[in-house]
């Protein structure tokens, strides 16, 4: 196939010097072998390149009827409040009736307050449906990996549900302040 | 009786057909990994566990960094129908060709003003102009609310699917950059989005 024909002129007797026939027969194995090599690199890459999207739902931002909001036993919920220099302060309930943790992102950060939440709310209520609300709260000084990894570790945990709340009450600032979480 | 005798068979195979197929694949593969343009923004994506992969069609990616908003819409249809439609609002008129140059960029962040002279360099100078970013202050000057809208009705008129948003945000991006870009396509009631993230293990 990909050989040339050399065999064509020079046969006539005489005393002509023959040149030796060479065969043209290349060795592709290597060539072939390199090739492979590549697609596989190419073909990884390729694949691998290809982004990951986070899905994510906002609360409806609806103002003319803002009464319209879920009602939530405030036991059930959890406030995390998403500081600077990669903190969390989080606290059960309303402001003020349990204290509050500081935690950081990992597993043996905030992924495990979720779980063991998420089961105690889960035992109190007796029903598995009704879980641990999360309410994230990303602060001003916090960053937009803190925000996925929240988001993250929420999916991890498997926490039913969660909401993002862009409103920072003062009184959740000075909290977070005397926690050394915000500057 | 004289015994049979097995032919020994040759055992170097003919790699030709083997080595044109390996070209072949090998050429697709090239063409296709490198028709990716590179980013007008470095953008430092964070890691997530999520393991689901971005649509590649009627989407629309905001890169956010450095406190500037990118805009990117996927589709060369959609880019140009996008680009009349903005033309139309901004009362500017585009040239066919200057379309025509648009709808190969894949994200930009220049204000509208200075659209045109962007569309006018070549990709090498594009790619070294520091892009100031798309203006997204509220306000009357809001130009990515703008581009948000019109690449909606354009997305909509010609492929009758709503289109859908990517966030690809900087690790270091402050969090008011992000919030700024997440009200805004509150504001046209657009509540579900993704967030783009690189691939993590659980540990």
């Known amino acids: ?183 | 009786m004289p015994k049979v005798k097995i032919k020994r068979k040759s055992t170097v195979t003919d790699m030709t057909a083997m080595c044109d197929v390996a070209f072949l694949l090998l050429t697709f593969f090239i063409l296709t990994a490198t028709t990716k343009q590179q980013d007008p923004l470095p953008v430092d994506i964070p890691s997530s566990t999520v393991n689901i992969k971005l649509p590649d069609t009627d989407i629309s990616t905001l890169m956010v960094g450095q406190d500037k908003v990118f805009f990117g819409v996927v589709g060369q249809d959609v880019r140009i129908n996008t680009l009349e439609r903005i033309g139309e609002v901004y009362k500017i008129n585009f040239t066919d060709q200057e379309k025509k140059r648009f709808s190969l960029i894949e994200s930009f962040g220049v204000p509208i003003a200075n659209l045109k002279q962007f569309i006018a360099l070549d990709n090498s100078e594009r790619s070294k102009l520091t892009q100031p970013g798309i203006p997204c202050d509220s306000g009357a000057n809001n130009e990515l609310k703008q581009w948000i809208l019109q690449a909606r009705y354009a997305t909509k008129e010609l492929h009758n699917v709503d289109l859908r948003f990517s966030i690809k945000g900087d690790s270091k991006e402050e969090y008011p950059t992000i919030r700024k870009v997440i009200d805004i396509l509150q504001d046209q009631n657009i509540n579900k989005f993704s967030l783009i993230t690189s691939l993590e293990g659980v540990d």
Request: aromatic letters at 6%; glycine letters at 8%.
């Open chain 1, 1 to 183: 196939m990909a050989e040339l024909d050399t065999s064509g002129g020079g046969n006539k007797k005489g005393g002509k010097v023959r040149t030796k026939k060479q065969s043209t027969r290349v060795d592709l194995t290597a060539m072939v072998d390199l090739a492979f090599l590549l697609i596989t690199f190419f073909m990884l890459t390729t694949t691998l390149s290809k982004p990951q999207a986070m899905d994510m739902f906002m609360p409806d931002k609806d103002e003319k009827n803002p009464d319209e909001v879920l009602d939530v036993k405030a036991s059930r919920t959890m406030t995390v409040l998403l500081g600077d220099d990669n903190k969390i302060v989080w606290y059960m309930g309303v402001i003020g009736d349990n204290p509050p943790t500081v935690d950081n992102y990992g597993k043996k950060g905030i992924r495990e307050s979720l779980i063991t939440n998420n089961k105690d709310v889960i035992a109190k209520t007796g029903d598995p449906k009704k879980g641990l609300m999360v309410i994230i709260k990303p602060t001003d000084q916090s960053n937009y990996k803190n925000f996925v990894d929240i988001l993250d570790e929420i999916k991890i945990a498997g926490v039913p549900s969660y909401g993002i709340n862009n409103k920072v009450e003062k009184a959740e600032i000075s909290l977070m302040k005397e926690q050394g979480a915000f500057k």
